[in-house]
């Protein structure tokens, strides 16, 4: 249970959602959930958690971020839609749990678990223990230095670009292709059942 702090935000059409934030200590988990928004995510340069777009519901060592029904803006389509903007600690540990929507990440946490059903994931500078997983959606990763990288999408191409894992990289698209270029890793496991894999760079 959290010793709650609870931070809500409002969007209104034309305006925008004020900040929230709570200084976490190091090492903090962080869960985002995004049923219905996209989420952008940027690593910043201390202990705190800011939020645009959404609620934090946190503790010291746990946080937990939603966008919310009152932060979504109805878009052309008659549905609901909206956008996180968060920023995180460089400790953090960070899960990311999106139905409908892309994820953008900026930057190194200790761990990020990515999960969206519709949407792409773009994750640049990314480091530590990585698994981005998507079902409807592209995978792309550039300028990558961590211990461990893994990457699933069934219909939806994975791309990287400048990858240094220390460890183990797996990636794999079911339906579409792989595409590694300037890949470094100690064991590379590459994968898809009805495209290509186009591998570029070396194995230690």
Do not use: Q, Y
Request: glycine letters at 12%; proline letters at 2%; hydrophobic letters at 40%.
């Amino acid at each position: 249970m959290f010793a709650t702090l609870l931070f809500a935000t409002t969007a209104v059409a034309g305006l925008t959602a004020p900040d929230t934030a709570v200084r976490l200590g190091s090492g903090a988990s962080i869960e985002i959930n995004a049923p219905t928004c996209g989420v952008t995510v940027r690593v910043g340069t201390d202990e705190r958690l800011n939020v645009t777009g959404g609620s934090i519901e946190s503790d010291r060592n746990n946080a937990e971020v939603n966008c919310d029904v009152t932060t979504r803006l109805r878009g052309r389509d008659g549905g609901l839609s909206g956008m996180l903007t968060i920023t995180v600690p460089p400790s953090s540990r960070v899960e990311i749990t999106c139905l409908s929507g892309g994820v953008t990440v900026t930057g190194a946490t200790d761990r990020l678990d990515v999960t969206t059903m519709n949407g792409s994931i773009r994750l640049v500078n990314g480091s530590g223990r990585t698994s981005l997983e998507t079902v409807a959606g592209n995978v792309h990763v550039a300028d990558f230095k961590g211990a461990s990288l893994s990457i699933t999408a069934v219909a939806g191409v994975v791309s990287l670009e400048n990858v240094d894992v220390a460890g183990k990289l797996d990636a794999e698209s079911i339906n579409a292709g792989v595409r590694m270029r300037g890949v470094r890793a100690a064991s590379v496991t590459a994968s898809s059942v009805n495209s290509t894999v186009d591998f570029v760079g070396s194995l230690d």
